[in-house]
């Protein structure tokens, strides 16, 4: 019988880490089976998907409280799959929701719980650290300041880097010239990067007004717009681009955007940390339903909510490196604001750069991928 591994990986970004990892096992372990959720990058490795990626694109309390059928029916499905295969460990990425449930299954079942990139415990939903130390047997954290926090509260946290620095380190982009020249842009055009996000909430709540934005920007210079589409995502989801006609808008991978842009406009999450790895001055925006709004308000306790502040700047403090936009905020108006200051300013763009490189360098591991995969070795050994 072939060694059994289940990965729970729900999220675009969480397919991605994972792949990182399972890759690396594969080749010490070629013939360990892998099941699951997962996406593209996991299937791609072989892994036996019971759900895709694209169907657990479920935030904020108000979806979850719609899809609860559908959820309840995940969770049978996903433990019915465990009595059955009966896997060696379980690997389980980001996607708390779901995966801390799991893992007081996994628990209870005596099947050892590696867990990657930690619930943001710190920033919100502190009660968590309960399930974490009773049910995971290996945390692995992507922040070097996660260590503390988590050891304050008696749990062994092990820092393996940020799977980022690892992914892009891979990464080959043609310059800047090439690219603009593929895509006939005239020399003194500027870029601006759109990021909506990678779920259709976001891009309900958060694309208009990154257009309306745009069309602002557009009467003041002459810009191109280069604007991350995510793969997974069907053109429905932004049929709003017919209203916007106006615009010169650039189809990209999020990666593109980063590289390329003279300032990028951010949907808050993973996003926002990439953005800092390329050091691509930007703009941080995010918008909800309002119920979603009110509830999270209420649970979070950072002054900061982007990722790229938190790393650059800290938890707690009122500092910032990049500008934050949040729900009222979050318009077209103050977006193109902001924007058009750090056009403006040369030395403002110049200054905001190298405040996200230093902190990028900050991030930075020895082969998170190499290095939890030798721990997932230990365990299915």
């Not at 717009?225 to 010169?248: N, Q, V, W």
């Not at 980063?258 to 800092?276: K, P």
């Amino acid at each position: 019988m072939p060694i059994k591994l289940f990965v729970l990986a729900g999220e675009v970004s969480g397919d991605l880490h994972a792949a990182g990892v399972i890759s690396e096992l594969l080749k010490a372990e070629p013939d360990i089976r892998v099941f699951g959720i997962g996406g593209e990058k996991l299937r791609t490795l072989g892994a036996e998907l019971l759900y895709d990626t694209a169907q657990m694109s479920i935030m904020g309390f108000v979806d979850v409280l719609k899809h609860s059928l559908f959820l309840r029916r995940v969770f049978r499905d996903l433990k019915e799959a465990v009595r059955r295969e009966k896997p060696r460990a379980a690997f389980l990425v980001d996607y708390p929701g779901m995966n801390l449930v799991m893992a007081r299954f996994f628990h209870e079942l005596g099947i050892p719980v590696i867990y990657y990139v930690s619930p943001q415990v710190w920033a919100w939903k502190e009660g968590r650290v309960k399930a974490i130390r009773r049910y995971i047997d290996r945390l692995l954290v992507i922040f070097d300041f996660e260590v503390d926090f988590f050891r304050r509260h008696q749990i062994n946290a092990e820092f393996v880097g940020h799977p980022v620095i690892e992914e892009l380190a891979e990464l080959s982009l043609p310059s800047k010239d090439s690219f603009t020249g593929s895509h006939g842009i005239q020399p003194g055009t500027r870029l601006v990067g759109l990021l909506p996000g990678s779920r259709k909430q976001e891009l309900s709540h958060i694309l208009p007004e990154l257009l309306e934005a745009a069309r602002l920007l557009n009467r003041k210079y002459r810009v191109v717009f280069l604007l991350g589409r995510a793969p997974h995502l069907d053109a429905a989801a932004y049929s709003i681009m017919k209203e916007y006609s106006d615009l010169t808008v650039v189809n990209c991978a999020a990666y593109e955007v980063m590289q390329y842009s003279d300032v990028a406009l951010v949907t808050s999450g993973t996003a926002t940390l990439e953005t800092l790895c390329f050091g691509c001055p930007m703009v941080v925006v995010y918008k909800t339903g309002a119920l979603n709004y009110m509830i999270g308000r209420r649970l979070v306790k950072l002054k900061n909510i982007s990722l790229a502040n938190i790393v650059a700047k800290g938890l707690l403090s009122s500092e910032r490196a990049v500008p934050e936009l949040i729900q009222h905020e979050a318009n077209g108006p103050e977006i193109f604001r902001q924007a058009s200051m750090i056009l403006d300013s040369p030395d403002l763009a110049a200054s905001m750069r190298r405040e996200l490189l230093a902190a990028r360098d900050r991030l930075a591991g020895a082969s998170p991928s190499h290095k939890i995969a030798a721990i997932l070795q230990e365990y299915l050994q």
